[in-house]
Each structure stands twice: as C-alpha cells, then as structure tokens.
C-alpha cells in the first residue's frame, strides 16, 4: 500500500492563527445593550405594578327612572341616553 504524497488537509487550506483572529473580531458587535445601573426596588416595582390594577366600574343614577347605569351608556332598560331614545326596547 503507497502512502499519499500530499496530507489530506494541506497548509494552503488552513488559516493562519492571525486570519482565524480577524475573522472572529470582524464579527464581533462594537456596542452592547443598555442596562440599568442599580437593581430597581421592590417599592418601585410594586408602584410601577399599582398603576395597572383593575378598577371597580363607576355607576351613574339614571335621572328618568332612577335606575343605576354605567355612565356615558345606553340604560338597557330604557333604551334611552342623554335625554333621548336609542334602542327599541320592547317592555
């Protein structure tokens, strides 16, 4: 059996240690993401948290019958708003 006269993966396919290097850099981001300074605190992080509660709904009396209504709607009962009849309320 005769041996190769060339290696397999010969010097002029391999990158020298200078080239794989740059190669590397090249792709390596200049900037980084911000990050914050200080750990934010729980305090913080509860107020920030508070904002966003649900809120009970406010009701209206509505001045006609009496009734209580959501404001700024339509009384489903009446069928009336501000003053005026809307729906077609079948009684």
Partial sequence: MT????PLYSSTFRKSN???RATVTQFKPTTSMANPKRKQSKRRSANR??????????FAKDP????????H??????????GRQ??????
């Avoid at 041996?3 to 060339?6: L, V």
């Avoid at 709607?73 to 501000?82: D, E, F, H, L, S």
Wanted: glycine share 4%; no cysteine.
């Fill in 3 to 6: 041996r190769p006269t060339a």
């Fill in 18 to 20: 200078d080239e794989a």
């Fill in 49 to 58: 948290r508070a904002a966003n509660a649900l809120k009970a709904p406010e």
């Fill in 64 to 71: 006609a019958d009496g009734s209580i209504v959501r404001a």
């Fill in 73 to 82: 709607r339509v009384n489903p009962k009446t069928g009336m708003y501000r």
């Fill in 86 to 91: 809307v729906l077609d309320v079948q009684v």
